[in-house]
């Protein structure tokens, strides 16, 4: 058996990361958005402020799903296989991890541009 598969080493919360850096991103978004609105802006003033808090937060949470989805990618590549990955080996179960890691992480990538999307379309705290 290949050194870098060893099962005691993998955990499933790679797999978990980037959903988890996505509800991270839901959070600090709409936290700041809402402190915002209510403290600083008033109800009927300009998100423009929120808006540069909220861009950082979409570039760094992407970065970081970006980095988990290199990883994943890493995993799913290692050794070079064809799919589908669903022998009783521990190799496919390496690949099916990275395989499904990689996508998840496509996808939380996908939600947090949705997300910072509404920051971009609603102007003001109404």
Known sequence: MNSEL?????????????PLAWAGHLLLSYCTAAIW??????????????RVAI???????????????WRGYKRHTLLGSALPHDADTPEDRHRFLGFATLLLSGLSALAVLYQALAAVIIGSCR
């Open 6 to 18: 060893h099962e005691r080493d993998d955990s499933l919360w790679r797999l978990a990361a980037s």
């Open 37 to 50: 609105c209510e403290k600083v802006a008033g109800r009927a003033g300009s998100l423009s402020g929120a």
């Open 55 to 69: 861009a950082i937060y979409t570039a760094c949470t992407l970065v970081v799903i970006g980095g988990f989805g």
